[in-house]
């Protein structure tokens, strides 16, 4: 009985151990590209994957959902690997409409017809 009592304090910190709090890493801010192509008539932008980037957090940077991008890049479900090469749906840009039949506009201007 005695050459237990040794090893409790051993046993205890060992079993206390795995009780570390761990610090969560932030995900890496996603550097959106510029670079678009357009492929059958649909507009896409390049992105290539930079270590540490997840499908979720490429998504979010694009305004786009993980299923999407999944659908244009089979296999990118899968572990993303740095370099990869990743097509993002754009999305339309929303188009607001001008109202341009002011009565106070002044000077010469022409009316389009159809």
Do not use: F
Not at 9 to 20: A, E, G, N
Not at 77 to 105: E, N, Y
């Amino acid at each position: 009985m005695p050459e237990v009592r040794k090893y409790i304090p051993m046993l205890v910190l060992m079993l206390l151990l795995p009780v570390q709090p761990t610090i969560a890493q932030e995900p890496p801010e996603i550097e959106r590209s510029e670079n678009k192509v357009i492929l059958e008539g649909r507009i896409y932008y390049v992105h290539v994957v930079k270590g540490g980037e997840i499908l979720y957090s490429i998504a979010r940077a694009y305004q786009v959902s993980e299923k999407e991008i999944i659908m244009e890049n089979p296999g990118s479900s899968t572990d993303l690997m740095i370099g990869q090469v990743l097509k993002i749906p754009s999305r339309p840009s929303v188009q607001t409409r001008v109202h341009t039949a002011d009565s106070t506009i002044q000077g010469p201007y022409h009316v389009m017809k159809a």
